[in-house]
T-cell receptor, first 114, second 117 residues
Framework: QKEVEQDPGPLSVPEGAIVSLNCTYSNSAFQYFMWYRQYSRKGPELLMYTYSSGNKEDGRFTAQVDKSSKYISLFIRDSQPSDSATYLCAMSASYGGSQGNLIFGKGTKLSVKP | DSGVTQTPKHLITATGQRVTLRCSPRSGDLSVYWYQQSLDQGLQFLIQYYNGEERAKGNILERFSAQQFPDLHSELNLSSLELGDSALYFC????????????????FGPGTRLTVT
């Protein structure tokens, strides 16, 4: 079983739709959860960063963490064509060394159609 | 623009060769991370340096090595290249090497696309 599982998609939605992106994980030591957006031929860009369980909202983006279920989500409201990208979840444990580095999901490719 | 620079953007080389990828972190960042991204494996952590010292190792092959110089730029050396080494190689940087504050905020460069023929 991989440490982080993420549905690769592709996911295609109409403009204005609510998008839900998800990852599951197996390592209960993970405490920090991140979402990165990666446009084609670009490096990943940090979108959201949450610690432990709970919700965090930033504009049209909401990140949710459910540690009891080992499940994290990213919601995008009022999706725009400019949101078309690959979304990567990433997570790390609470201490340094090799456990402190990021473990990424494989990414979900999202396409928002005008 | 993340502030992290990587050169070259593209590299095409033959099997058995050796290449060097270069990364300059954001101003003030002490940690540099190297990642490999391929279609089948996704983004894989290779190695981390903090202020010139190796801090953590991930799935880095013995044919690969890295270093961080006193000016904090880093180089990733890939030798005895194989077809399977073709991938995007990303460098990321962050302020902290360990600790809560810096773990999430890694800023990625644009990547070097390596093609081994």
């Amino acid at each position: 079983q991989k440490e982080v599982e993420q549905d690769p998609g592709p996911l295609s939605v109409p403009e204005g739709a609510i998008v839900s992106l998800n990852c599951t994980y197996s390592n209960s030591a993970f405490q920090y959860f991140m979402w990165y957006r990666q446009y084609s031929r670009k490096g990943p860009e940090l979108l959201m960063y949450t610690y432990s369980s709970g919700n965090k909202e930033d504009g049209r983006f909401t990140a949710q963490v459910d540690k009891s279920s080992k499940y994290i989500s990213l919601f995008i409201r009022d999706s725009q064509p400019s949101d078309s990208a690959t979304y990567l979840c990433a997570m790390s444990a609470s201490y340094g060394g090799s456990q402190g580095n990021l473990i990424f999901g494989k990414g979900t490719k999202l396409s928002v159609k005008p | 623009d993340s502030g992290v620079t990587q050169t070259p953007k593209h590299l095409i080389t033959a099997t058995g060769q050796r290449v060097t990828l270069r990364c300059s972190p954001r101003s003030g960042d002490l940690s540099v991370y190297w990642y490999q991204q391929s279609l089948d494996q996704g983004l894989q952590f290779l190695i981390q340096y903090y202020n010139g010292e190796e801090r953590a190792k991930g799935n880095i092959l013995e044919r690969f090595s890295a270093q961080q110089f006193p000016d904090l730029h880093s180089e990733l050396n890939l030798s005895s290249l194989e077809l399977g080494d073709s991938a995007l190689y990303f460098c990321a940087s962050s302020v902290e090497g360990t600790g809560i504050a810096g773990l999430g905020e890694q800023y990625f460069g644009p990547g070097t696309r390596l093609t081994v023929t």
